[in-house]
């Protein structure tokens, strides 16, 4: 993807994250942009530059957050990294099962936190967390990603993003 | 060895930065937060938010404003009866505070002062799994600073963290590098408040100590940062285990986060 494209992406995702989508919320509950973008990035590139992508929107979210720096780098990086893996080996990336994977990864990263928090911190409530946030969520970011890769498909910008890099990646 | 690495360039490179960013998170656990680059991101991104929250707000004001005065008759008569009974109260609180003036003027206490605060508009709300933080639309330029108390009629928000020109990030209770120093209202059994991302959790409470579930917790002004008395929250759950010299207290927050717009910044 072309670099600009990059840059709107991270200037964007946390204003956007942390304004328009708490309009959207079901009992404070709203959907992950940054990690539905950053999976659709990752099925239209490959696994090197969704990792690139990943590590550069999780740091500014930390940045953002005031959160340790580098820890969103870490996660979304390997996210990326990860819906970058899968991108290779899907053929329709608009097929709505894709989306089942993203509620797969925002699911596993949100464990993985809640699992150094716990080891950072201690007694975190580690299932009400589970149960309360990171399901919904993980549930609410598939559904946000189908429409956005639906918008996509028909507005024709998927055939004009797609996989250019893909091929040298391989 | 240089021949798989440079025919494996890319992943090498992708490892790196990965082992670099887990150094870098351990070192800040340790050592305390980096907080590089975070005032021109901040910048950026409380600029843009601004932006963006703009016309969502003026639609939003607009359709509350003419649309919805469905039930604004109704609504009125209500808040009229609120008001006159909230007079009646005020002027009994006006006499208790006298009262209680004229009482530490005669022990020879020092006299309590009202903090004034200032009206702040939440632009931008990040309740993410590894934290918890709103961006308020005012700073620097209204005399915002670092560490300035943040409430609601309901309780206490959090702490402002890093002060910018025109916007703050603001630390909530739930994020769990927060502390704040508690007690119960009813048995004044202090505390430290922790942020547990959903709820919070009352540390170094003794075991002996009588908590119990649906008592008040409010600020105990030692922390230096909030004033003693506010609302923190309410505790839900006390777990006593007979190995351990501390109780586990659950507390849940007295403000619901998700449904702020509106806050109050207490100056110093």
Do not use: H
């Not at chain 1, 509620?103 to 993985?112: K, M, R, T």
């Not at chain 1, 498909?153 to 797609?162: A, C, H, M, V």
């Amino acid at each position: 993807m072309k670099p600009y494209v990059y840059a709107l992406i991270l200037m964007l995702i946390i204003p956007f994250q942390s304004t328009l989508l708490n309009s959207i919320s079901i009992f404070g509950i709203k959907p992950d942009l940054a990690l539905s973008v950053l999976f659709i990035i990752g099925l239209l590139t490959g696994p090197v530059e969704a990792a690139l992508a990943g590590i550069s929107i999780g740091l500014v979210q930390d940045i953002g957050s005031a959160s340790l720096f580098g820890f969103s780098g870490l996660t979304r990086g390997l996210v990326g990294l990860g819906a970058g893996l899968l991108g290779t080996r899907v053929l329709d990336i608009t097929n709505p099962v894709i989306v089942l994977f993203l509620a797969i990864f925002s699911l596993v990263e949100g464990i993985f936190i809640s699992l150094f928090l716990q080891a950072t911190y201690g007694a975190v409530p580690f299932f009400t967390i589970i149960a309360g946030r990171l399901v919904p969520q993980a549930i609410y970011t598939s559904a946000l990603c189908f429409f956005l890769l639906r918008l996509a498909n028909r507005r024709d910008i998927l055939r004009l993003l797609k996989r250019r890099d893909i091929q040298k990646e391989i | 060895m240089n021949g798989f690495i440079v025919k494996n360039k890319k992943s090498v490179i992708i490892l790196l930065l990965f082992t670099t960013l887990f150094w870098l998170v351990t070192v800040q656990v340790k050592k305390g937060r980096f907080t590089i680059l975070e005032r021109p991101v901040l910048a950026v991104s409380g600029f843009l938010e601004r932006i963006i929250i703009w016309p969502f707000n003026t639609v939003v004001s607009i359709g509350r404003e003419y649309v919805f005065l469905v039930n604004t008759e109704q609504e009125n008569r209500q808040l009229k009866e609120e008001i006159s009974r909230l007079r009646i109260e005020n002027g009994v609180t006006s006499e208790l505070l006298l009262e209680n003036d004229r009482l530490r003027e005669l022990l020879n206490f020092r006299k309590l002062q009202q903090p004034s605060t200032i009206a702040v508009q939440i632009i931008g709300k990040e309740l993410s799994p590894v934290s918890s933080t709103f961006t308020i639309n005012k700073g620097s330029n209204d005399q915002i600073q670092k560490d300035l108390a943040v409430i609601t009629a309901d309780g206490v928000v959090g702490r402002v963290q890093t002060v910018l020109p025109g916007t703050s990030k603001v630390f909530l209770l739930t994020d769990p590098g927060n502390t704040v120093a508690v007690m119960v209202q009813r048995n004044r059994e202090e505390g430290l408040l922790e942020g547990k991302l959903v709820n919070c959790a009352l540390k170094y409470v003794s075991y002996y100590a009588d908590i119990q579930e649906g008592d008040l917790v409010v600020t105990s002004g030692l922390d230096g940062i909030y004033p003693k008395g506010l609302a923190v929250g309410t505790v839900t759950k006390v777990v006593k285990q007979d190995a351990v010299a501390f109780q586990t207290v659950v507390v849940e927050p007295a403000v619901r986060f998700s449904r702020l717009e509106e806050a109050l910044v207490l100056m110093k």
